[in-house]
């Protein structure tokens, strides 16, 4: 069961909603030590000089910001917290903004809001962002740090999503290989295809259906060794066949997609159009005879 990991109360205009934070995430990681192979005894870490290989004892150990230079800024404990933030028990809720408005690549972790004996004013809250369908943006601090916030409703309850600054997003026009394609000409036919290859690859989103396949391999595999079992070799997987002509992959693709979709329970309901692209019953000649 998970645990409360922080406790406050949400703020915003002259209304205080005491609240517990949860996680809302469990990673679920296969977690290895680093063994002997002579005699499978655990190895242990030490900390050492880079420059006499001398073990360093922790009370030794401070803290460094390397300069271009090579040469470092030593920085106290005590100089680090005295520019800690204000350990406030509130999330100050700054403004209320569309959930469309927010790249999802600022969200980071994902928590739950649980009220604190104070269900009415939470529900209130939860509900009235709900039939607004407002985001709240918000500080607060966790631990010694500063967090930017997003706070959504979703099925009456509050999530608390932290956030990434706007300064930490890397520029895609860094990226040599992201940055001319908006400069890139692609033929009508072509786009047709890649349209009605995604209409006819379309579906709900049911995150049930998807598993770590190579978490579950792992476990398996450490199972049977347990066990004692000799372990079987996975078949090797056939390496993707390199794009030498993009028409084609994607008349295949469209083609296989059909077929799939023929054995799937769905198959009779109606599949989604792609403004005018070739759909369902349509043909992949009626794609390549497409103009702009």
Do not use: C
Not at 280 to 288: C, I, L, P, V
Request: hydrophobic share 45%.
């Amino acid at each position: 069961m998970p645990r409360a990991i922080w406790s406050g109360s949400i703020s915003f205009g002259l209304v205080n909603i005491p609240v517990k934070l949860y996680s809302a995430v469990t990673r679920k990681t296969v977690q290895f030590n680093q063994l002997d192979a002579r005699t499978h005894a655990r190895v242990k870490q030490k900390r050492v000089s880079a420059e006499t290989g001398e073990e360093v004892p922790w009370e030794q150990v401070v803290k460094g910001y390397e300069l271009g230079s090579g040469n470092y800024v030593v920085i106290t404990d005590e100089e680090l917290a005295a520019l800690d933030p204000k350990a406030v028990r509130t999330i100050d809720i700054e403004e209320f903004v569309d959930l469309a408005d927010i790249d999802p690549i600022f969200y980071d972790s994902a928590y739950y809001l649980a009220p604190d004996a104070a269900a009415k004013p939470y529900a209130l809250l939860a509900k009235a962002m709900e039939a607004e369908g407002k985001v709240g943006i918000a500080h607060f601090v966790m631990r010694t740090k500063q967090y930017l916030a997003a706070i959504r409703p979703r099925d009456g309850v509050l999530l608390l999503s932290t956030m990434v600054y706007a300064d930490e997003i890397n520029d895609p026009a860094q990226i040599p290989e992201l940055a001319d394609l908006g400069e890139m000409e692609l033929p009508d036919k072509e786009l047709v295809m890649a349209r009605q290859l995604i209409a006819t690859l379309s579906a709900d989103f049911e995150p049930e259906k998807f598993h770590d396949t190579y978490r579950e391999a792992v476990i398996d595999l450490i199972e049977q060794k347990a066990r004692g079992a000799g372990v079987v070799a996975a078949p090797a997987t056939a390496e993707p066949a390199k794009v030498v002509d993009l028409m084609a992959a994607l008349e295949a693709s469209v083609a296989a997609a059909r077929e799939a979709r023929k054995r799937h329970p769905t198959a009779h309901e109606p599949q989604p159009d792609a403004e005018g692209a070739a759909t369902g019953e349509g043909s992949a000649a009626e794609a390549r005879t497409a103009t702009g």
